[in-house]
């Protein structure tokens, strides 16, 4: 059996009826991935033995007729940044070679608990810094449809795999776009829930203010589903939420007619935004008025230095978060004659170039003399985007934009670290203001994918799941790369 053409729903309900067993479905996925990856390179780890292993006990409950999990039997691929007990968790980094958790993040295990079997971890851009999934000190992934073009980053692995059908639903992290940009570049449905909706308790961390785990998809279904599981208040995670999830899964059905989507003038134009890119976002757009939706202008012009913003905080909480790293309590260690050789050692020739470049950024505009200029400035702006998203909402119930200013550009073409950074330019807001957003695949430019995304108020999900429902039923599942 392939599970190309499935989605999460549909393998639980013939998994459950007996129709297939949970062990033939891991299979099915894991001699995909075994013979694709060699070439995609989208994950780091498959986990082989231990996914058949569980799979041969759900199997197992079912024969005894207990009841299983919403997820029952699903292959997931988990982004290589999310802690897994007894399975490597590298974060696409030389210096956590070897690192295996002795627990496993929050959001996962839910997962888990509810049915779902890991089957791979992904590849990633080194701790989550990169827009394109080439900064992995495993290796560049490539994109399922082209495969002399990036997936997108930094969660390029988790997207690359849903597009390719290895699984139908997939883990990423989203700090300023991890998860929008690279499924906009593969295809797919990827979801940045509100910040504080999903735990963050077992996420190796790069910006703790900004980071939010979510799923990629290839149904609204699908994310509504994974979501519903993943969200809820963690114990382990002080920041998470208890906010109510019951409108996730009855959104699906719902009618667009009235939902007032927000258009913002200078994100339709310029920007770097491709001719191609932008008729294909402005006829979904028309789509939604033809189901009903009514567009309305909103004004966000504090968002024009959301990229500014970002590339101060951002390295600036990453410059502490990756202190940890240091060749002695964990991961690699460069032997030396003192601590401060190891350490320089370590650091210097384990992480890699792009990370290296946030650290010392970071700990730049957290320095004495530069912290009022740099770091407090920039958090005066990100209260002023935040601010600017409320008001924009008190006028319409959606924002829209392009998701990625381009197509997936080809390996190897990004040389220039801004032109990278600027890969972001329409999904950073979202994360400084700690809104959920949504990229919807809407169409295709030069035979490549186009995401569309929307933005919704705090823990407003079930309106981004609405409409990406309504539009999947106007314009079909989307495709698997083949």
Known sequence: MTIHHQSATQLTRIICAGDISAYEVTTASLEQIQAENPNLNAAITICAEKAQ?????????????????????????????????????????????????????????????????????????????????????????????????????????????????????????????????????????????????????????????????????????????????????????????????????????????????????????????????????????EVFEKMGAKIVEVTLPKTQEALAAYYVLAPAEASSNLARFDGVRFGVRNEANTLPEMYKSTRGTQFGDEVIRRILLGTFVLSDGYREAYYRQAQRVRGQITHEFESAFADCDLIASPTSPVIAPLIGAQTDPLAMYRMDEFTIGANLAGLPALSIPCGYSDSMPVGLQLIAPKFREERLLSIAAAYERHAGQPGVAS
């Open 53 to 285: 292993a569980a799979a041969k006990r759900l199997d197992e409950s079912i024969g005894r007729g207990e009841i299983p999990g919403p997820l029952a039997g699903v292959p997931i691929v988990v982004k290589d940044n999310l802690c897994t007990e007894g399975v490597e968790t590298t974060a696409g980094s030389h210096i956590l070679r070897g690192h295996i958790p002795p627990f496993t993040a929050t959001a996962v295990a839910r997962l888990v608990n509810a049915g779902a079997i890991i089957v791979a971890k992904s590849n990633l851009d080194e701790f989550a810094m990169g827009s394109s999934t080439e900064h992995s000190a495993f290796g560049a992934t490539k994109n399922p449809w082209d495969h002399t073009r990036v997936p997108g980053g930094s969660s390029g692995g988790s997207a690359a795999a849903v597009a390719a059908g290895w699984a139908p639903i997939s883990l990423g992290s989203d700090t300023g776009g991890s998860i929008r940009q690279p499924a906009s570049l593969c295809g797919v449905y990827g979801l940045k829930p509100t910040w504080g909706r999903v735990s963050r308790f077992g996420l190796i961390a790069f910006a703790s203010s900004l980071d939010q785990v979510g799923p990629f998809a290839r149904t609204a279904q699908d994310l509504a589903a994974a979501l519903q599981v993943m969200a809820g208040h963690d114990p382990h995670d002080a920041t998470s939420t208890a906010y109510a999830t019951d409108a996730l899964n009855t959104a699906l059905e719902k009618d667009i007619r009235g939902q007032r989507i927000g258009i913002c003038p200078e994100w339709m134009s310029g920007n770097g935004l491709s001719t191609g890119v932008a008729d294909t976002v402005s006829h979904a757009i």
